[in-house]
C-alpha cells in the first residue's frame, strides 16, 4: 500500500481558512486519495475523495496536485468543531478489498 | 438512525478472559472492518470482510477471531485477552463494487476495552 506523509499537527484561527497538505509521492495511477477526520473521542468520520480532479462538498474540498504526488484538504472557514485528527489516506481501486489503512495524521487545533 | 452499532461500548476483563465484540449495520454494506486505536496512535486494521462469507486478516490479526455471522453483523473475538489488547477498537462497513476506491467507510462509536 502507498503511504502518505502528513505534518503532525497544525494550528488555525476560528473562522480561517485551513490548509492541510498530505504527501504521497509513491501513489500509483489506480489509488484514490481519500479523507477523514476523527473528533475527540468519536469514531473516525469520511470527508472527501477524489482521483485526479479536484472536489468539493458541504464539508471540505480537495485540490490534487497535477502530478498527483500531494494533495490539500481545505476548510475553508474553520470552526472550533473542526479540531480533530485529520488522516489522508490512499485507496487502491485495484485491491477487490478495499481497505483503508491509517497512518499518525494531523491534529489540527483551532483557536478561538 | 441509520450507521453502525457497536456493542458494548466499554468492557473491563481480566487477563485470560474471553468475550465477543459485536458490530452491526443497517445500510446493505457488503465490507466490514474492525480497527484498533492504541492511545495517541492512528488506527490499526485487525480484520475485514470484502463480501459476506469472507474475512481476511489486516495489519494486526494475532490475538483474534471474527466470524462474519450475515451480511449486516461482524463480530470480533478475543479468546484470551491480555493486558496489549487494551485498545479502543473501532467497526466500519463500506459499500463495495467495481470500483472499490471510491466508497466512503462508515465508522461505529467505538468499544472501550481495558484487559487488567
Known amino acids: 500500500d502507498a503511504k502518505t506523509t502528513q505534518p503532525n499537527s497544525m494550528e488555525s484561527n476560528e473562522e480561517e481558512p485551513v490548509h492541510l497538505p498530505c504527501n504521497h509521492s509513491?501513489?500509483?495511477?489506480?489509488?484514490?486519495i481519500h479523507w477523514y477526520r476523527q473528533l475527540p473521542s468519536q469514531g473516525p468520520e469520511y470527508v472527501i475523495h477524489?482521483?485526479?480532479s479536484n472536489v468539493n462538498n458541504r464539508m471540505a474540498s480537495l485540490a490534487i496536485a497535477e502530478d498527483r504526488k500531494s494533495s490539500t484538504l481545505i476548510l475553508h472557514r474553520a470552526t472550533l468543531r473542526d479540531a480533530a485528527v485529520y488522516y489522508c489516506?490512499?485507496?487502491?481501486?485495484?485491491?477487490?478489498?478495499?481497505?483503508?489503512?491509517f497512518g499518525q495524521g494531523t491534529t489540527l487545533q483551532v483557536k478561538p | 438512525n441509520a450507521g453502525v452499532t457497536q456493542t458494548p461500548k466499554f468492557q473491563v476483563l481480566k487477563t485470560g478472559q474471553s468475550m465477543t465484540l459485536q458490530c452491526a449495520q443497517d445500510?446493505?454494506?457488503?465490507?466490514m472492518y474492525w480497527y484498533r486505536q492504541d492511545p495517541g496512535m492512528g488506527l490499526r486494521l485487525i480484520y475485514y470482510?470484502?463480501?459476506?462469507?469472507?474475512?481476511d486478516k489486516g495489519e494486526v490479526p494475532n490475538g483474534y477471531n471474527v466470524s462474519r455471522l450475515n451480511k449486516r453483523e461482524f463480530s470480533l473475538r478475543l479468546e484470551s485477552a491480555a493486558p496489549s489488547q487494551t485498545s479502543v477498537y473501532f467497526c466500519?462497513?463500506?459499500?463495495?463494487?467495481?470500483?472499490?476506491?471510491?466508497?466512503?467507510?462508515?465508522f461505529g462509536s467505538g468499544t472501550r476495552l481495558t484487559v487488567v
Open positions: 445500510m446493505n454494506h457488503n465490507s
Open positions: 509513491t501513489i500509483s495511477g489506480t489509488d484514490y
Open positions: 466500519a462497513s463500506s459499500e463495495a463494487g467495481a470500483d472499490l476506491s471510491n466508497y466512503g467507510y462508515t
Open positions: 470482510s470484502a463480501s459476506e462469507g469472507t474475512t
Open positions: 489516506i490512499l485507496r487502491d481501486v485495484a485491491s477487490n478489498t478495499g481497505k483503508l489503512i
Open positions: 477524489g482521483l485526479t
